[in-house]
């Protein structure tokens, strides 16, 4: 009996070592987060920093002094939080060969991307939240983009910062700008695969007929066919049915910082412009960047059901020559 006591002793303490790893951490509010609840639990959360640029990493950030009262406003992002881990946004984003033709900037395969996370230092066991320099919608959207990433191979514990390190220091919270040391390799996992966030040209081409809800993340010009950007795109227009949902009305300007709407606004928005906030959809763009924030929004901020990212958008479905529509057709 004794024997099986100092058994069970050794298997619990087992388990004690083990649980802070696995459920340390603050508990997110949801999945957009702001600077100053951030500021409160930063030890509790693991920081990514995304960015295609990480020279501003170890660049002050500038800003405006009034001569009069001396209050300074953020006029230039720089720097980065305390503590966050360094994520370059072209490497989470691949080149795979698809009816013989090179598409670029979709999703990498499960071992591909762990290697990346465990690469930049991302353990497992915390919740993790996302940022960027969020002075562009580009930037908030590269964020949204990894998260989807992150979502996709089955992270649970996930959030945006709203505004980035815009807003971060706008809020007035200070930055650091020493280079990120060598790091230790991360243990974060990749533990799921959820196909039904991602749709692929076979599953666009079955939404179109069956008259499934698309969103087109696009500016209005190339939803339009306006005009476009080759060589990602090699035909003008939108697909079939789409509806467009562009990024001036994603987001709004705090300052220096893009932030998002509210989800009742959203609702008023996404009702304009003759998007249904509850129905399936598959969002699209150029190349799966833009869709990641439309992507982001009508999932995660207002908790639709089935919404899928078509990573290859209109490069890959132009690339194979797939028809669109424009404003001649």
């Given at each position: ?112 991307v ?24 580009d ?10 990433t ?50 692929e ?63 009742e ?16 959809t ?27 990212l078509y ?11 797939k ?7």
């Amino acid at each position: 009996m004794n024997k099986l006591i100092r058994s069970l002793a050794v298997y619990l303490l087992g388990v004690a070592v083990m649980l802070p790893e696995i459920s340390a951490g603050a508990s997110l509010p949801g999945p957009v987060v702001d600077a100053k609840w951030l500021n409160a639990h930063k030890s509790e959360v693991i920081i990514v920093d995304v960015r295609d640029d990480l020279s501003g990493w170890v660049i002050a950030p500038r800003f405006i002094e009034d001569e009069k009262t001396g209050l300074k406003t953020l006029s230039e992002v720089g720097g980065h939080i305390e503590g966050a881990l360094a994520l370059d946004f072209g490497q989470v984003r691949a080149s795979k060969s698809i009816e013989g033709k090179k598409i670029d900037k979709l999703l990498p395969g499960k071992a591909e991307v762990q290697e990346l996370f465990q690469a930049a230092g991302i353990n497992r066991g915390r919740p993790i939240v996302i940022t960027s320099p969020g002075e562009a919608i580009d930037q908030i959207e590269a964020a949204a983009r990894v998260y989807w990433t992150f979502k996709y191979y089955g992270a649970e514990q996930l959030a945006l910062l709203d505004g980035g390190n815009a807003a971060w220091l706008s809020a007035g919270f200070p930055v650091s700008t020493s280079a990120q040391g060598k790091l230790a390799r991360g243990s974060w996992e990749a533990t799921a695969e959820r196909r039904e966030m991602l749709a692929e040209a076979a599953d666009v081409e079955l939404a179109i007929k069956n008259k499934v809800q698309i969103v087109d993340a696009r500016p209005l010009p190339q939803y339009l066919g306006l005009f476009y950007k080759k060589p990602s795109v090699s035909a003008g227009g939108h697909l079939e049915g789409a509806r467009n949902f562009p990024g001036d009305v994603r987001f709004r300007s705090s300052g220096v910082a893009q932030v998002f709407l509210t989800a009742e606004e959203y609702r008023g928005v996404l009702k304009a412009t003759g998007i249904a906030a509850q129905a399936p959809t598959v969002t699209y763009c150029n190349t799966g960047h833009m869709a990641s924030g439309a992507w982001f929004i009508q999932s995660e901020i207002l908790g639709t059901k089935n919404v899928r990212l078509y990573d290859g958008s209109m490069h890959e479905w132009t690339t194979l020559g797939k028809p669109v529509v424009g404003l001649g057709g």
